[in-house]
């Protein structure tokens, strides 16, 4: 009995999920004009500012049936990334600040680094209107995103590393960033796996 009550929610459940749309992702820092707009997709375990494309592979023998892998997409609160691997692909933020996520079938992180924190907020935008900008906010109480170097000394108006706010990283040698800035990019997966 328990296990049919068990699967039914689970069947439940992959519907909720699969019906979920998916975003692209563009960084949003009005006052950094060389960073505002820039497309931001996950690469090499990271979020990367400015990189022209995500790292991505196919698990599949016969790769026609992977998604394109050529765009990051994640969910509205961006705590996963669209991957249609089995488990998906989680996003967290370790105590570095860093804004990662696990292999595909993998749940491994960091020890304390926490799954969750991104929230959705009206901000405006330059023609009056409001786009919806996501933020961080850690357990902690720290809130904040920032733009990083990708190596130390390189210049961010290229690529940056995507950075969260935690109570051992506080942005330094970073530009403090409003958000993330999401748009609709329908129910498809983006890649089989982010690498």
Not at 22 to 44: E, M, V, W
Not at 92 to 116: E, N
Not at 128 to 138: A, D, P, T, Y
């Amino acid at each position: 009995m328990y296990i049919h009550l068990f699967l039914a929610q689970l069947i439940c459940l992959a519907s909720v999920v699969v019906a979920n749309n998916y975003f692209t992702l563009t960084l949003h820092a009005p006052k950094y004009a060389f960073l505002n707009g820039k497309i931001i997709n996950a690469r090499d375990k990271s979020f990367i500012v400015g990189a022209l494309a995500p790292s991505t592979r196919c698990g599949l023998s016969d790769p026609a049936q992977c998604p394109a892998g050529d765009t990051t997409l994640i969910n509205s609160d961006m705590s996963f990334l669209a991957s249609a691997a089995p488990g998906g692909q989680f996003i967290y933020v370790a105590p570095d600040g860093s804004i990662s996520y696990p292999s595909a079938h993998s749940t491994l992180r960091p020890p304390g680094a926490q799954v969750g924190g991104f929230y959705s907020y009206p901000a405006p935008f330059d023609n009056g209107e409001s786009v919806n900008v996501l933020n961080w906010r850690s357990n902690d109480g720290t809130t904040g995103l920032w733009a990083c170097p990708v190596s130390p000394g390189a210049p961010v108006a290229y690529q940056a590393v995507l950075k969260a706010a935690t109570a051992r990283f506080n942005g330094l040698g970073c530009l403090a960033v409003d958000g993330i800035s999401i748009q609709p990019a329908g129910s498809s997966f983006g890649a089989w796996e982010y690498t």
